[in-house]
T-cell receptor, first 110, second 113 residues
């Protein structure tokens, strides 16, 4: 079992729709959870982090964490073509070490 | 505020050679992590340095090594290069523990021929 698993994708949604990206992790001791966005040919860029169970909202993005289910999700509301990218889920179990999932590629169609 | 700077951007090396990659973190960031990214394996953790000490290590062979200097700049070295080492090598920095996430550099694209 991989330490961090994401929807295999690719995921395609129409412009204006809600995109839902999911991630599960295996280490129950994990403390911090992150979503990064990576455009083709670019390096990952942090978009959200969350520590506590529940929802965290930042603009059109909402991260959701359920530690009991070892599940993290990212919702993108009012999806735009510029949101088309690969989204990487990452988990910190140790200070200074992030383990990444393989990513889910999202395409937002105009 | 300057971002994370990696040099060089591109490298072509021959099998058996060695290579050194450099990373300058954001000013004030003391933790530097290195990742290898390939299409088949995704982002794989190599190692992390904090205050000149290797604090975490991934599952890579001993040919992969690194160090961190007193100014937090870090170097990564790969000896006896193999074709499979061709990848994008990414450096990321954070203040201390990475609990607020990392800022990545643009990466070094290494091609081994």
């Amino acid at each position: 079992q991989k330490e961090v698993e994401q929807n295999s994708g690719p995921l395609s949604v129409p412009e204006g729709a809600i995109a839902s990206l999911n991630c599960t992790y295996s280490d129950r001791g994990s403390q911090s959870f992150f979503w990064y966005r990576q455009y083709s040919g670019k390096s990952p860029e942090l978009i959200m982090f969350i520590y506590s169970n529940g929802d965290k909202e930042d603009g059109r993005f909402t991260a959701q964490l359920n530690k009991a289910s070892q599940y993290v999700s990212l919702l993108i509301r009012d999806s735009q073509p510029s949101d088309s990218a690969t989204y990487l889920c990452a988990v910190n179990a140790n200070a200074g070490k992030s383990t990444f999932g393989d990513g889910t590629t999202l395409t937002v169609k105009p | 505020k300057a971002g994370v700077t990696q040099t060089p951007r591109y490298l072509i090396k021959t099998r058996g050679q060695q290579v050194t990659l450099s990373c300058s973190p954001i000013s004030g960031h003391r933790s530097v992590s290195w990742y290898q990214q390939t299409p088949g394996q995704g982002l794989q953790f190599l190692f992390e340095y904090f205050s000149e000490t290797q604090r975490n290590k991934g599952n890579f062979p001993g040919r992969f090594s690194g160090r961190q200097f007193s100014n937090s700049r870090s170097e990564m070295n790969v000896s006896t290069l193999e074709l499979g080492d061709s990848a994008l090598y990414l450096c990321a920095s954070s203040l201390a523990t990475g609990e607020n996430g990392y800022t990545f550099g643009s990466g070094t694209r290494l091609t081994v021929v």
